[in-house]
């Protein structure tokens, strides 16, 4: 399947990819509106780790067998069988986060929307043209692509 | 091939979608003793919260079933299995023929035998059911002594307190939840449920239970305490149910049944997965991972499980603590902590030869949990990156460059 790849030596640790992320989960799809009035400072579904000069976007890498999935006690946790995509149903979650315990590349944390819990994970945009911070990355740090035949 | 599972919760779900990768043809029958479709057995706390309701718990979608052409016979108990015959017995005499049989049993909750208890006196708390008879008796006011205070005793309690129910743990040992919390960090919750009103007497047991004259139950304590409740939880553990197993030729049975590494139970054709598995813990990723692999290797793929140390996310009453492994180890090991009371934030690594052996987050929980995780199931040397384990910015860049290129490559 596609999945978002990192190339840090591209990162230039400018944080867009993050901002891209939360206008592309907000309601308003707005960058003002999500800020200011939606309140999703923070919210972003990826994890720019520094290291400085060294940076890079961690993000999930939608996995074989997901760890998230196994774990979820809700069955709010999901891959798609036909896309891959591994996310979260969030109006099942409890926010128990035994999928931030499970994830073994650090991809999710815990958050919370409208006063309800959930895992702050990377969904591929599933619900858009594809996802919003390899769109918005200025450096190519980024890419979305095919790279292991079948999987 | 003809597929027989036995159970219907996380290993078995994960069993079904383990053997339709590999057989999308074969025929699927999951017998469940229970009248639901599977659930997610944690949910139950937060239904009886009312913060999950009836058309929430179902853990797939019923057209999972559909799609992938399962039968399923709820409220049916298997009785007997006949291996000579490839069968099984259920409850009503229908004889289930199996080319592949997967136990996916679980447990039942222990209740120790106390002088005066019957089963009328009090609940168990594992199963839907189980909150559905509770919920009844859960009204303000009212008040609760709960058996044990583990998980399920501490979720149990979660959810009458939320009910407005006045609750009381006894917990034989001296704190709570003692595999997985140390005493300084057991001492921190301890005080924290005080606070939100909760007693809570350690070191105690219940040694004689009666009925008053006005129906209340009066409970003795070990310790000479009496107390009178309207509700009883036992809530100190559960024991596999392996009774379907049990004096079969070639079958070893050591509280649960023990597998080999494909998860076969040596008798030909029969798999096992989740809590009523020998020696694995009863946590649900566990369960939900055995019966993926045991779903697989039924439908002829060869795949090894590999024990998983323990981990355990558990939230009540707005505290959030996550352990893994060996969390509560203290003396003998190298320890690394955090601990800031006044917030009640606790975070501790146990260290063991320059390896994470454990690990205790308490309400300071962000996504290097699930790094922790990782580098402790691959017994990864920390020595490098030890000083950074605990900073705030520690992350898979801190690791050796090889690792994370890798692991952001996957």
Same mark, same amino acid.
């Given at each position: ?86 996310? /979260? ?9 035994? &999928? *931030?315990? %499970? $994830? =073994?590349?650090? @991809? ?13 994970? /990377? ?9 919003? &911070? *390899?769109? %918005? $990355? =200025?450096?190519? @740090? ?10 | ?410």
């Amino acid at each position: 399947m596609k999945k978002v790849y990192a190339r840090p030596a591209y990162c230039m640790n400018c944080h867009l990819c993050e901002v891209n992320c939360i206008v592309a989960h907000s309601r308003s799809r707005d960058l003002f509106r999500a800020y200011k009035r939606e309140n999703l400072r923070g919210t972003a579904r990826l994890i720019v780790e520094e290291r400085l000069p060294l940076s890079v976007a961690v993000q999930c890498r939608h996995c074989d067998d997901p760890r998230c999935v196994a774990g979820c006690i809700s069955g709010a946790m999901v891959k798609d069988p036909e896309t891959g995509i591994v996310y /979260c149903q969030e109006d099942k979650c409890v926010g128990c986060w035994t &999928c *931030v315990v %499970g $994830c =073994p590349f650090g @991809a999710i944390r815990p958050g919370e929307k409208n006063g309800r819990p959930v895992p702050l994970k /990377c969904d591929l945009c599933r619900e858009a043209e594809g996802p919003a &911070c *390899v769109a %918005g $990355c =200025p450096n190519r @740090a980024l890419v979305f692509e095919e790279r292991r035949a079948g999987a | 091939m003809n597929y027989v599972i036995i159970g219907n919760s996380i290993a078995a779900v994960n069993a079904v979608a383990g053997i339709r990768e590999y057989d999308r043809e074969g025929s699927i029958t999951i017998v469940s003793a229970e009248n639901y479709y599977a659930y997610g057995r944690p949910l139950i706390s937060y239904w009886l919260e009312k913060r999950v309701q009836d058309q929430d718990m179902p853990y797939r979608p019923q057209e999972f079933y559909e799609k992938n052409c399962v039968r399923v016979i709820l409220g049916r108990r298997a009785v007997k299995l006949d291996p000579e015959a490839c069968q099984v017995h259920l409850d009503n005499g229908e004889k289930l023929p199996y080319d592949r049989l997967l136990l996916a049993t679980g447990g039942r909750p222990f209740v120790p035998p106390i002088d005066g208890l019957t089963s009328a006196d009090y609940f168990t708390f594992i199963n839907y059911d189980d909150v559905r008879r509770l919920e009844a008796f859960a009204i303000p006011g009212r008040e609760a002594v709960i058996l044990g205070a583990g998980p399920t005793g501490l979720k149990a309690m979660e959810s009458l307190v939320q009910r407005g129910v006045k609750v009381t743990l006894v917990e034989l040992a001296d704190r709570i939840w003692a595999p997985a919390l140390d005493e300084e960090a057991a001492s921190m919750i301890a005080t924290f449920l005080q606070d939100k009103g909760v007693n809570l007497y350690l070191n105690d047991t219940l040694t004689r239970v009666y009925r008053e004259a006005d129906d209340r139950l009066h409970l003795e304590l070990k310790s000479g305490r009496e107390l009178q409740a309207d509700i009883l939880v036992m809530a100190i553990g559960v024991r596999p149910n392996v009774e379907l197993l049990e004096g079969l030729p070639g079958v070893t049975i050591n509280r649960g049944v023990v597998v080999g590494p494909d998860l076969s139970t040596g008798l030909p054709g029969v798999y096992a997965a989740g809590d009523v598995v020998a020696g694995s813990p009863p946590l649900l990723p566990h369960a939900a991972i055995q019966g993926k692999i045991a779903g697989r290797n039924m439908a002829g793929a060869r795949e090894i499980y590999q024990p998983l140390p323990p981990y355990n996310a558990l939230g009540f009453l707005g505290l959030h603590i996550i352990s893994m492994g060996n969390s509560a180890a203290d003396e003998g090991y190298e320890v690394l902590t955090e601990i800031d009371p006044a917030a009640l934030v606790y975070r501790k690594l146990v260290l063991k030869d320059n390896r994470l052996d454990g690990v205790l987050l308490i309400n300071k929980i962000d996504h290097r949990a699930g790094i922790y995780r990782q580098l402790l199931e691959e017994g990864l040397e920390v020595a490098p990156f030890k000083d950074a384990l605990l900073r705030p910015d520690f992350g898979l860049l801190n690791l050796p460059e090889i690792i994370w290129r890798q692991k952001l490559a996957e």
